[in-house]
């Protein structure tokens, strides 16, 4: 079971540029979130989704673009990149029953220079 | 607003001995569901342990539980006869009935001395 795929691992941006975070899941799982996490901080939620075509900001959403075209697939977008954006990006997924954990990819670390 | 509140940044404990992570979780909800994630030096976010509020059983898996007291609004992590492996970031993470996301708190980083 691969669970929820993250690609790529690392990767290193210079300021200005842009990138796409990659993130799939093979569980047939409705709801999709997108997470930053600062050095020693906790997890700030970005985006989320609760099924294709359907997608929502969360408390950090500034900079970030998302889609959801198909179940198993919600891109992060990065337009410009900029420093303060320099974090680990965790996405996951749940079947969105109340009980029922998120479980999330191993991170991308991103870092702009 | 609901608010999570970890209070210990920092934890330490001895091998083999039991210490106790708190979380509280100021809600005006009913009905939620609790969760403890940990996050090992691997960062891998890993499911700990999950709680029902409804239910007065208090949740258990192995050396896990959970001390859940519904009037203080707090949920506990309990770990007993701690291992070395054990050592990581631990965080409480929340969600109210019919939510569609967790509300994550500020995490404790638990420290095991041989």
């Known amino acids: 079971n691969a669970g929820v795929t993250q690609t790529p691992k690392f990767r290193i941006l210079k300021i200005g540029q842009s990138m796409t975070l990659q993130c799939a899941q093979d569980?047939?799982?409705?709801?999709m979130y997108w997470y930053r996490q600062d050095p020693g901080m906790g997890l700030k939620l970005i985006y989320y989704s609760v099924g294709a075509g359907i997608t929502d900001k969360g408390e950090v959403p500034n900079g970030y673009n998302v889609s959801r075209s198909t179940t198993e697939d919600f891109p992060l977008r990065l337009e410009l990149a900029a420093p303060s954006q320099t974090s680990v990006y965790f996405c996951a997924s749940s079947s969105g029953t109340d009980n029922q954990p998120q479980h999330f990819g191993d991170g991308t670390r991103l870092s702009i220079l | 607003a609901q608010t999570v509140t970890q209070s210990q940044p920092e934890m330490s404990v001895q091998e083999a001995e039991t210490v106790t992570l708190s979380c509280t979780y100021d809600?005006?909800?009913?009905?939620?569901?609790l969760f403890w994630y940990k996050q090992p030096p691997s960062r891998q976010m890993i499911l700990v342990i999950r709680?029902?509020?409804?239910?007065?059983q208090n949740a258990t898996e192995n050396r896990f539980s959970v001390n859940f007291q519904k009037a203080a609004k707090s949920f506990s992590l309990k770990i007993s006869d701690s291992q070395l492996g054990d050592a990581a970031m631990y965080f409480c993470a929340p969600r109210a009935q019919g939510a569609q996301k967790l509300v994550f708190g500020q995490g404790t980083r638990l420290t095991i001395n041989p």
């Open positions: 569980m047939n799982h409705n709801y």
């Open positions: 809600t005006s909800e009913s009905d939620y569901y």
């Open positions: 709680q029902e509020a409804y239910k007065q």
